[in-house]
């Protein structure tokens, strides 16, 4: 069964910090791995979608890696703004599209 | 492009009640997702649909919860009865090419507490 774990829960940083996010994952037989936004009271937002051939995703002042012989990934934030302040929330996607989710990371970027 | 609608967007019961959630997935979409995701964790997957066919039901506790999608469109969710650990948010996803992997679009979610 996969289970797909995020460090740390929690992170605070000031404004204008890079930062990293990590997930890790058991079954490395996955398709793809997306990184999600929720903001309070909201769905999910996608961030970036690697897929399983790939190593890494840019969007932005984001950058999402993924190393699937170790079962990792990170995601990276540059410059980081108060409006980054969400829960980000890694997810593995695997046999029919199934979406197996971390814990998630609540960021908050205090200016 | 309009996305994933959901109503209601809030519930409160008391336990023993039932209660029915509605899903509209992106129009076009071959796939619907029902999701529950407990305070402090990520959503987990209770039911998967293509079209009006059940893909995956296998973490749908069968003996109170049920999901239904007709007419391979909206889908309805029903939790009878309800109980105190089913406090959640209810999310409903779409994606549009059926039996591969493809990007899911996640709707505003419906919380429900139980009391």
């Known amino acids: 069964k996969q289970e797909v774990t995020q460090i740390p829960a929690a992170l605070s940083v000031p404004e204008g910090e890079n930062l990293v996010l990590n997930c890790s994952f058991t079954?490395?037989?996955?398709?793809?791995l997306q990184w999600f936004r929720q903001d309070p009271g909201k769905g999910l937002t996608s961030l970036l979608l690697?897929?399983?051939?790939?190593r890494e995703q840019t969007s932005g002042r984001l950058n999402a890696s993924l190393d699937k012989s170790s079962g990792r990934s990170t995601l990276y934030i540059a410059a980081s703004q108060p409006g980054d302040s969400a829960t980000y929330l890694c997810?593995?996607?695997?046999?029919?599209?199934?979406?197996?989710f971390g814990t998630g990371t609540r960021l908050t970027v205090i200016p | 492009e309009a996305g994933v609608a959901q109503s209601p967007r809030y519930k409160i019961i008391e336990k023993r009640q039932s209660v029915a959630f509605w899903c509209n997935p992106i129009?076009?979409?071959?796939?619907l997702y029902w999701y529950q995701q407990i305070l402090g964790q990520g959503p987990k997957l209770l039911i998967q649909?293509?079209?009006?066919?059940?893909?995956?039901d296998s973490q749908l506790p069968k003996d109170r919860f049920s999901a239904e999608r007709l007419k391979g469109v909206d889908s309805t969710l029903k939790i009878q009865p309800a109980k105190l650990e089913d406090s959640a948010v209810y999310l409903c996803?779409?994606?549009?090419?059926?039996?591969?992997?493809?990007?899911?679009?996640f709707g505003p979610g419906t919380r429900l507490t139980v009391l």
């Open positions: 996803a779409s994606s549009l090419i059926p039996g591969q992997p493809d990007t899911q679009y």
């Open positions: 079954d490395s037989a996955i398709y793809n």
């Open positions: 690697i897929q399983s051939s790939q």
């Open positions: 997810a593995v996607i695997a046999g029919a599209n199934n979406l197996f």
């Open positions: 129009s076009g979409h071959a796939t």
């Open positions: 649909f293509q079209n009006n066919g059940v893909v995956d």
